[in-house]
């Protein structure tokens, strides 16, 4: 098995978990692997992840009280935040731990970079200062984003990592680490989610304010997030991250140019970009008709057993076919019909309603919260 390297670790999901009966700690760290075996195919298995050094040793605390279990997780991470947060709400799905029932929530996802920055920083400050005077013309550039960083604050209950929010302007980013980037490069209205789920005090403050834009990775991740956060509070406007990087590591030349191409949120779709913003479009899926289904099922004999996906056009002709494992980074507009070999993951699920999907075949289904519709053989 790999170990992961402490230099590696970018996040930790830290989890709190209540058992009814008495559990001990290889029978929790059993049950992760065991019941989230298969879920999130070959990519993301738990087992697999830790032998590769993706995720690191699973740190179990257990107190066992009135007949009952409580304790925490931690799983240390050194994937990107997409995937780590796939995981975090994959451990949320099980449900047993040996013969007891048990329920498992994530707490937070914890951005280990964040915390070593800031003692990175406060070093260097102190060790600069023994290196007198002399050296500071150097540092000009240094000393003149400490100034800005400093400025990092905090906001409401939840304190959340943010620069001055006086003004009439929001920025809404996912983590502390934005927010240091954007103040580093002179942008001070900005505030941290914390993590891909939308704050109340965050909500609350984008009623108040004339003019909020949301600005997200320029990844899948980040179409998530704005998927979520468009539903549940008020955006004016979209900014996105070039396509692949972070907000957290963007030049200040390419801050500027992603929010000067920013977008109104009433644009915004999940599939097409628009200015370097994808933009809404409004999608209706529409049903198999069961004459439809019958020659679909005469197209799905060599697909058992192979774990592969068959991707059908509006004339029924299948234009591809591919491995699940592959499935994730399927680049196809508006097909009708996706027959996969096994069990529709929320992860697989999410790419078809990426793709516009407008039915899913499979054995049987995570997740029925979706508008693709989605059919049982």
Do not use: W
């Not at 760290?29 to 075996?37: D, N």
């Not at 931690?74 to 949320?92: G, L, R, V």
């Not at 096994?342 to 049987?364: D, F, Q, S, V």
């Amino acid at each position: 098995m790999a170990k992961i390297s402490p230099a590696s670790i970018k996040y930790i999901v830290h989890a709190k978990f209540e058992s009814e009966g008495a559990v001990e700690k290889p029978d929790i760290i059993g049950a992760l692997f065991g019941q989230t075996e298969g879920l999130l195919g070959d990519e993301l298995e738990m087992r697999e992840l830790q032998k590769n050094g993706k995720i690191g040793r699973i740190e179990v605390t257990t107190n066992y009280e009135n007949s009952k279990t409580k304790g925490e997780i931690e799983i240390p991470s050194a994937m990107d935040k997409s995937d780590t947060s796939i995981i975090a709400a994959a451990i949320e799905t099980v449900e047993r731990i040996g013969p007891s029932d048990t329920k498992i929530i994530i707490e937070e996802i914890e951005d280990v970079r964040g915390s070593k920055r800031d003692y990175i920083f406060e070093r260097a400050k102190k060790l600069m200062e023994k290196l007198g005077e002399s050296d500071f013309s150097d540092r000009a550039g240094e000393i003149k984003n400490s100034s800005r960083i400093a400025k990092l604050q905090t906001y409401g209950t939840e304190n959340l990592p943010c620069g001055d929010l006086s003004g009439d302007e929001l920025i809404i980013v996912e983590g502390r680490a934005d927010v240091i980037n954007l103040l580093k490069n002179g942008i001070k209205n900005a505030i941290a989610m914390n993590g891909v789920k939308l704050p109340e005090t965050v909500k609350e403050l984008s009623k108040e304010k004339p003019n909020v834009v949301l600005f997200v990775d320029g990844d899948r991740g980040g179409n998530l997030i704005i998927k979520n956060v468009v539903e549940n509070a008020k955006i004016d406007y979209i900014a996105m991250a070039p396509e692949g990087k972070e907000v957290e590591e963007l030049t200040g030349k390419e801050i500027l140019q992603a929010l000067r191409k920013k977008t109104s949120s009433e644009d915004y779709s999940e599939n097409k970009r628009k200015k370097g913003v994808r933009t809404y479009e409004k999608f209706s899926p529409k049903k198999i008709t069961p004459k439809e289904k019958e020659k679909i099922r005469e197209e799905l004999d060599d697909l058992i057993g192979t774990k592969g996906a068959k991707i059908f056009n509006k004339d029924l002709e299948v234009i591809k076919k591919i491995p699940l494992s592959r499935f994730s980074r399927l680049d196809i507009e508006e097909p009708y019909v996706i027959a996969i070999d096994g069990t529709a993951t929320p992860r697989i699920i999410k790419t078809c309603e990426e793709i516009n999907c407008h039915n899913l075949i499979a054995t049987n289904f995570v997740s029925t919260e979706t508008e693709v519709n989605l059919i049982s053989l």
